[in-house]
């Protein structure tokens, strides 16, 4: 007995050795990557691009710095982030909301599918100046914006959740007696939460998409704005920074998904649809 617990206990060191390992190769080898980026743009910007076009890391770099002592980075990025977060969360709730029913109604499902359909299949770019023509320049459209982009994700995943259940399976635990609440509660709603967590997983991003596409549009302040307002000034270096600024941005709120993949990792792979842009 003691012998087969040392082996498991050296092939359990071994194992977490090897995932370490691995985990440090792939910081490693990101690190990399972006390091050879870096130098190939520094290298590329002037001898073999003009800087109009391209502006270096440096420059790049500098802008960033003057932003983030000015306070710009700070007073812009607040809203952005405002905005994608309440409209991440408005797009979500409302998803999983709608999808509720018409998930276990799959007959009322089928009659308004086709109304769904043909909202989905708008831009959710284009919806941008409807909601600023209704509801003006303030952060309600942007937030508005940001919900569209995440709403029909959520709200297709999770209905696709629900009609997956095997009809046998709730025709049983209806013969065993589940009431319709017990059958959500034990049966339709595990069986969703993997499809609801994929979708919601994406979004966070999605949402992002949203509230910068509204700051495009029309803003005064935001880091959409900010770049914009970059853009106007033929500011390249500008341009980079509030790009590079966004993509910090989402890479942080991928991470903070990181538990969702964690909850994932048992399930099967899904197939998320994603809303059309």
Not at 92 to 115: C, N, Q
Not at 177 to 197: C, D, E, K, N, Y
Not at 227 to 248: E, H, K, P
Request: glycine share 8%; net charge positive.
């Amino acid at each position: 007995m003691t012998n087969a617990t040392d082996v498991l206990a050296a092939t359990r060191r071994e194992h977490l050795a090897a995932r370490h390992a691995r985990r440090r190769f792939l910081v490693l080898a990101r690190l990399g990557i972006v390091a050879t980026i870096l130098v190939a743009w520094e290298l590329a910007s002037g001898p073999l691009i003009r800087p109009f076009f391209l502006s270096s890391p440096t420059e790049v770099a500098e802008t960033l710095v003057e932003w983030a002592t000015s306070g710009k980075l700070w007073y812009h990025g607040q809203f952005t982030i405002a905005a994608a977060f309440s409209g991440y969360l408005l797009g979500s709730v409302a998803g999983v909301l709608v999808a509720w029913p018409l998930g276990v109604l799959r007959l009322a499902y089928r009659i308004v599918e086709p109304y769904f359909l043909v909202a989905y299949s708008v831009p959710a770019v284009a919806m941008g100046p409807v909601f600023i023509l209704w509801f003006g320049l303030g952060m309600t459209p942007k937030i508005l914006i940001a919900a569209y982009f995440v709403f029909f994700i959520v709200f297709i995943n999770t209905v696709a959740g629900f009609q997956q259940v095997p009809r046998e399976l709730l025709d049983a635990t209806r013969v065993m007696g589940a009431s319709r609440r017990a059958q959500l509660r034990t049966v339709m709603l595990p069986s969703a939460l993997p499809f609801i967590l994929a979708a919601l997983r994406i979004t966070l991003p999605a949402a992002m998409i949203g509230a910068v596409t509204g700051e495009f549009i029309s803003a005064n302040r935001g880091l959409g704005y900010l770049t914009r307002a970059s853009a106007s000034s033929y500011s390249t270096a500008g341009v980079l920074a509030g790009v590079g600024s966004l993509s910090a941005i989402v890479l942080l709120m991928n991470l903070m998904l990181r538990p969702l993949r964690h909850a994932l990792r048992w399930q099967q792979e899904i197939d998320v649809k994603e809303a059309s842009s």
